[in-house]
């Protein structure tokens, strides 16, 4: 019987973990072992990810599923009942399957439309976020609000 030595599949194995792995620091996208190591790691972490945003889903919105969701930014802003303090909101951009209510530590879900007034909103929204979607095209039809 003859001697396998997996040519070309060791080759492409090993393409594909470097090819995942590009970007990385130093060894970790130029060595095969540093890079594999690294690319499962950051798989697993990807998983857990994905699974800790849908549990915040559910756990503010009851039982609904973002088909596809795509994070849009990340805005950092003063809060606004206490200006010492910074507010982190991650927004991201899906499909709702099933019907949103409010959980959790959401009071109550209102929409808001561009007739309304933008005095009641969060301060990061009227002068952070509501802006820069508009500049990026996602939002429209709001008054800009500038201070």
Do not use: C, N
């Not at 690294?38 to 756990?59: C, I, P, S």
């Not at 039982?63 to 805005?75: K, N, R």
């Not at 991650?90 to 499909?95: H, K, P």
């Amino acid at each position: 019987m003859p001697r396998v030595k997996r040519g070309t599949k060791r080759r492409a194995s090993r393409a594909k973990t470097l090819e995942l792995a590009s970007g990385y620091f130093l060894t970790k996208s130029k060595l095969h072992r540093s890079a594999q190591e690294a690319v499962e790691r950051a798989l697993k972490f990807a998983y857990t990810g994905r699974k800790r945003k849908k549990r915040e889903l559910r756990e503010e919105l009851g039982d609904v599923t973002a088909v596809s969701p795509e994070l849009i930014d990340v805005y950092m802003y003063a809060a606004a009942g206490a200006k010492s303090k910074m507010v982190r909101v991650e927004l991201y951009r899906a499909d709702l399957e099933g019907e949103p209510h409010a959980q959790s530590e959401i009071g109550e879900l209102v929409w808001f439309g561009a007739e309304d007034d933008q005095a009641m909103l969060a301060p990061s929204l009227t002068f952070l976020i509501f802006p820069d979607l508009a500049a990026r095209g996602i939002l429209t039809d709001i008054k800009s609000s500038a201070r």
